[in-house]
């Protein structure tokens, strides 16, 4: 069974650090490209970011809005996808859900998602 | 960016009747859509991709259809657990990679 459990929520000032983690387990993590969706609160989903497996580069994409800022980062030995967040606006409070996207190249769908983790970032 | 627009926001259905949803994308993007259901307090869950693919577990009541920019969400006989928002994603639109969803349509009981 696939499962990601986001961690590390949590309030913070603005102009403040935050890091994200999401641990997986159930699948191959190293085969697939994880990525990071936000959706503030009582609004809708808003894609962050996502990085690609080793077998395509690792390398990122991030949506405007945190680029720049946020930096996602995976540990493949440990089956961890990181998000870190930097220079925190209010407009970042949100729950960060963390998805694994879809098998194939350029299926960016998002096939699981995890609980969420909720960042509020307040001073 | 690709813009993606959902109708209507609130689809008010009778329990055992049909629910079509809409989205329309600002610019082509093949069949690169997929639709997502949240319940309150849940996170998503992946219903659709590739336009009218069911995901894994998805009964056979959801359907999809369309191309270009023009998609359809079709839920044939609306069960209890239907009940939820409805997102639409495009993505298409890559290089650069800018993934967005629609605004969402809130299904509730009539």
């Known amino acids: 069974e696939v499962q990601l459990v986001e961690s590390g929520g949590g309030l913070v000032q603005p102009g403040r650090s935050l890091r994200l983690s999401c641990t997986a387990s159930?699948?191959?993590?190293?085969?697939?490209?994880m990525s990071w969706v936000r959706q503030a609160p009582g609004k809708g989903l808003e894609w962050v970011g996502f990085i690609r497996s080793k077998a395509y580069g690792g390398t990122t994409e991030y949506a405007a809005s945190v680029k720049g800022r946020f930096t996602i980062s995976r540990d493949d030995s440990k089956s961890i996808a990181y998000l870190q967040m930097n220079s925190l606006k209010t407009e970042d409070t949100a729950v960060y859900y963390c998805?694994?996207?879809?098998?194939?190249?350029?299926?960016?769908?998002?096939?699981?998602w995890g609980q969420g983790t909720l960042v509020t970032v307040s001073s | 960016e690709i813009v993606m627009t959902q109708s209507p926001a609130t689809l008010s259905v009778s329990p055992g009747e049909r629910a079509t949803l809409s989205c329309r994308a600002s610019q082509s993007v093949s069949s690169n859509l997929a639709w997502y259901q949240q319940k309150p307090g849940q996170a998503p869950r992946l219903l659709i991709y590739g336009a009218s693919t069911r995901a894994t577990g998805i009964p056979a009541r959801f359907s999809g259809s369309g191309s270009g920019t023009e998609f359809t969400l079709t839920i044939s006989s609306l069960q209890s657990e239907d009940f939820a928002v409805y997102y639409c994603q495009q993505y298409n639109n890559w290089p650069p990679v800018a993934l967005t969803f629609g605004g969402g349509t809130k299904v509730e009981i009539k």
């Open positions: 998805t694994r996207v879809g098998p194939w190249l350029r299926a960016y769908y998002f096939d699981y």
């Open positions: 159930g699948f191959t993590f190293g085969d697939y490209a």
